[in-house]
């Protein structure tokens, strides 16, 4: 496995292209299932989730054509198995999505649980509701999720909590179902909006995605569609708090600024200025920043996958914040590595106290999860001295190019070999 080596104190300055987003790619292709004829995916990020979903696709018997680095062409019409391979589902998370989109497609369905992150708690109890209100009988069994259904016919579905992956899971097996499905409570990530759009391209019948009210009238096929994927918010957050935490200035490019609204506003209140201009943002930051609390929020609210990175620019601010982590019991597992690089911050279980120190120094960490691992990259930049972060393989689940983006921003960052 490779490391990361940062020598850090070097302020990002240039431009960065952002790529397609990671959890809408992660979504649309388990879609192009439920497709009749032929799908073009377009802007998709070059990362291992993305491989992965490509992986479990051929298994399922699909042709996947890949174009150029950020183009695919799926046919599903050669699929030959409702069941998914073990070892390839527990690669990641969003495995998940091939339940409802063969449900959706062949009535039937066989998904080990997904893996992903370890970041607390992630049941799929509302995933499940859903699928067996719209008819299914779902069992799980060896760790295998069987879904089956005669028929799937609309319901009305409030789900418990806000789900990305139940809103999008349930909207692909209603699609084809018998009547109207509507989704109360509804997760409005961009993601969502994303997905309907495509399944709308192939001849949905979805109103009110990105609104916590979605209506699915059942349709009896779907055909082909060519689809771009929207730009990553996560990525391009990351950037903008990498930003500020190397006191640079950039211009992150090919963006769609109001999916980061609640980030911009943050950065602003902790003294960072940023200016948009149509699909691109500029971050100056040459001043230490302010403190200021956060608590994570579903979309709009300030999201849980950069609770991480903003931890990092917390850590070297003026004052005393509160970060809150409403979504996920467990995602301060960065804090220790923080820790080793002098960030003085106290965990008591959803709440983290982090008291700004001047400076963060080098030091070998590791990357626990995928934000996580970002996160260590952004202290890296910031830090004195040089950091070396293992298990590097996290954040290559998620970014496209990480090291070499960075590169053109300025910063130094080396990729070795473990052994090395
Ligand atoms: N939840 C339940 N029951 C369910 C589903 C969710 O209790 O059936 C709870 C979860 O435990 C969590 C909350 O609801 O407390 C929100 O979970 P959600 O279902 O929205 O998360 P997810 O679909 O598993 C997606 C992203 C995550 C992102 C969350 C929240 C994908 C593949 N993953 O996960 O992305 O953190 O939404 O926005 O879309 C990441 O990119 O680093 C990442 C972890």
Same mark, same amino acid.
């Given at each position: 496995m490779d490391k990361l080596i940062i020598e850090g104190g070097h302020p990002l300055r240039g431009e960065v292209n952002i790529s397609g987003a990671k959890n809408s790619a992660v979504a649309i292709l388990p879609a192009? +299932? +439920?497709? @009749?004829a032929p799908c073009t995916i377009k802007?998709? =990020? /070059?990362?291992k989730d993305v491989a992965n979903i490509i992986d479990i696709l051929k298994q399922l018997g699909a042709e996947v054509n $890949?174009? *150029?680095?950020?183009k695919v062409i799926i046919n599903s019409n050669t699929i030959n198995t409702y069941k998914v391979d073990f070892e390839l589902s527990k690669k +990641? #998370?969003? *495995? %998940?999505y091939f339940i409802g989109a063969l449900l959706g497609r062949f009535k039937k369905a066989e998904v080990p649980f997904p893996g992903g992150c370890d970041i607390g708690v992630r049941p799929i109890d509302q995933h499940i509701k859903g699928f067996e209100a719209l008819g299914a009988k779902v069992i799980i069994e060896h760790g295998i999720i069987r879904a089956e259904a005669d028929e799937l016919v609309g319901a009305p579905i409030f789900l418990d909590v806000v789900s990305v992956g139940a809103t999008i899971n349930i909207m692909l097996a209603a699609c084809m179902a018998k009547g109207t499905t509507i989704i109360e409570n509804a997760a409005k990530e961009p993601y969502i909006v994303d997905t309907a759009n495509f399944l709308n391209a192939l001849g949905a019948n979805i109103k @009110?995605?990105?609104? /916590?009210e979605i209506k699915i009238k059942g349709v009896d096929t779907l055909g082909g569609c060519e689809h771009t994927i929207i730009p990553d918010q996560m990525e391009a957050g990351t950037y903008m708090i990498a930003a500020a935490a190397s006191k640079g200035d950039i211009i992150v490019k090919n963006i769609i600024p109001t999916h980061l609204d609640s980030i911009s506003a943050k950065m602003r209140e902790m003294g960072v200025n940023i200016i948009e201009n149509g699909d691109s943002l500029r971050v100056i930051a040459n001043t230490r920043p302010k403190a200021v609390n956060i608590k994570t929020l579903p %979309? =709009? @609210?300030?999201p849980t996958d950069l609770q991480q990175p903003m931890s990092v620019l917390l850590s070297i601010s003026d004052g005393t914040a509160i970060i809150n982590? *409403?979504? %996920?019991?467990? #995602?301060? $597992?960065h804090v220790d590595e923080l820790k080793k690089m002098g960030a003085k911050i106290s965990v008591e279980g959803r709440i983290a106290i982090v008291e700004g120190v001047p400076k963060l120094l080098g030091a070998p960490v590791c990357a626990t999860d995928l934000r996580a691992g970002a996160a260590m990259v952004v202290a890296g930049l910031s830090a004195e001295g040089e950091t070396v972060i293992s298990n590097i393989t996290h954040i290559e689940r998620g970014y496209e190019n990480f090291e070499n983006k960075l590169i053109k921003l300025g910063a130094k960052v080396k990729r070795i070999n473990e052994e090395d």
């Open positions: 192009a +299932l +439920l497709a @009749g802007n998709l =990020p /070059d990362i $890949k174009e *150029s680095h950020d +990641l #998370r969003a *495995s %998940y @009110g995605a990105g609104t /916590d %979309y =709009p @609210g300030f982590e *409403s979504i %996920y019991d467990g #995602r301060f $597992k």
